[in-house]
């Protein structure tokens, strides 16, 4: 059936459609955080999911998470109700022959980051259930 559509409708449907969009690509991309924290947790000892920002994920770039970060959040900690949820900034360290080390910098100074060298920086979503 086809649909009448008035000029308000029109000027308005791109951005519903975009709205829609953005909202959908959340949803997936929790999904498979969701996923990936409760996989890691029914086969591992470590009580710390972590997403790096800027990892290659199909549909999902760095710029996206930071946009929409807090929407983002908000349905992760909905997710895991008890669990500490956070974005974070992160210096990831690694030890040879170890898993990675992070420590986390995001209450450090923001003019202090490019005098840290050595050391690569990341932009991290996480999820603590220790």
């Known amino acids: 059936m086809i649909t ?7 000027h ?29 947790a029914s086969t591992s000892t470590e009580s710390i999911y972590r997403f790096e920002v800027g990892v290659f994920h199909p549909g999902v770039t ?18 895991f109700p008890d669990s500490l949820v956070e974005y974070k900034k992160l210096i990831k360290h690694t030890k ?16 202090l980051l490019p005098h840290i060298t050595g050391h690569t920086i990341v932009d991290c979503i996480s999820i603590d259930w220790s």
Not at 4 to 10: A, D, E, I
């Open 96 to 111: 040879p022959m170890q898993q990675h080390v992070y420590y986390d910098i995001s209450t450090i100074d923001q003019h």
């Open 62 to 79: 760095s710029t996206f998470v930071h946009d929409n970060k807090d929407d983002i959040l908000r349905i992760l900690q909905k997710l």
């Open 4 to 10: 009448p559509m008035s000029r308000r409708s029109l």
């Open 12 to 40: 308005t449907l791109k951005a519903e459609t975009d709205e829609k969009n953005r909202l959908y690509s959340i949803e997936i991309f929790t999904k498979v955080l969701y996923e990936n924290a409760v996989k890691q």
